[in-house]
């Protein structure tokens, strides 16, 4: 079992960056290593969209055309955590942020339906 905790979301103005974290824990001896995690969103009225993801060994990553050239996820396996940094933030960037993860080898997928773990979600409104 894992459990993914997410922070960093609050209240910004349009242009404004955050970073949100995801931090992953489990059973004793887990790691994060094996897992390839992904970032969703979803805005109230609209479904969930695959923002951002990282493969178990951040070799690969995908970003959704929303949020190429402004976000970048990073990963860092020693302290079971992913980042997902976000720059020039919009308006239409507002919702609730979710990861999660996933035993996917090699890769990464924007696709919720193939992740196995979720985490509770954290607020992102950018509002001036």
């Known amino acids: 079992q894992v459990q993914l905790v997410e922070s960093g979301g609050g209240l910004v103005q349009p242009g404004d960056s955050l970073r949100l974290s995801c931090a992953a824990s489990?059973?004793?001896?887990?790691?994060?290593?094996?897992?390839?995690i992904g970032w969703f969103r979803q805005a109230p009225g609209k479904e969930r969209e695959g923002v951002s993801c990282?493969?178990?060994?951040?070799?690969?990553?995908y970003y959704a055309d929303s949020a190429k050239g402004r976000f970048t996820i990073s990963r860092d396996n020693a302290k079971n955590t992913v980042y997902l940094q976000m720059n020039t933030l919009k308006r239409e960037d507002t919702a609730v942020y979710y990861c999660?993860?996933?035993?996917?080898?090699?890769?990464?997928?924007?696709?919720?339906?193939?992740?196995?773990?979720w985490g509770q979600g954290t607020q992102v409104t950018v509002s001036s």
């Open positions: 990282i493969s178990s060994s951040g070799g690969y990553s």
């Open positions: 999660a993860a996933a035993s996917i080898g090699g890769s990464c997928s924007p696709f919720g339906y193939e992740y196995d773990y």
């Open positions: 489990g059973g004793s001896g887990f790691t994060l290593d094996y897992y390839a």
